[in-house]
């Protein structure tokens, strides 16, 4: 089963910027939909982009206009280029197969604290 690392979490200002990727131990080809969750402390994990391998992409509307998913095939890696960060996008950030996910893939993730 293909394992995900994340990185690129931090700390950052309310209305900065952060990189997010996540790299797959194999091949993510055979995966349509690939996702971006987030668990914020007390609160359940939510998938907060998604895209599929032809590019398709989905957001909730908490995060749309201001995060954009992107993925690498050949280099089995998923991006989260996250925008106008405010204080509750604080959260832990996982990558994994979207629609639904795997249960055995969850990486550790990458934090994310948004706070001026």
């Known amino acids: 089963q293909v394992q995900f690392v994340e990185s690129g979490g931090g700390l950052v200002q309310p209305g900065g910027s952060l990189r997010l990727s996540c790299a797959a131990s194999?091949?993510?080809?055979?995966?349509?939909?690939m996702g971006w969750y987030r668990q914020a402390p007390g609160k359940q994990r939510e998938l907060v982009a998604a895209?599929?391998?032809?590019?398709?992409?989905n957001y909730p509307e908490s995060v749309k206009g201001r995060f954009t998913i992107s993925r690498d095939n050949a280099k089995n890696t998923v991006y989260l280029r996250m925008n106008s960060l405010k204080p509750e996008d604080t959260a832990v950030y996982y990558c994994?197969?979207?629609?639904?996910?795997?249960?055995?893939?969850w990486g550790q993730g990458t934090r994310v604290f948004v706070s001026s």
């Open positions: 194999g091949s993510i080809f055979n995966i349509n939909t």
């Open positions: 994994n197969r979207a629609y639904p996910p795997a249960a055995g893939s």
């Open positions: 895209i599929t391998n032809g590019g398709r992409t």
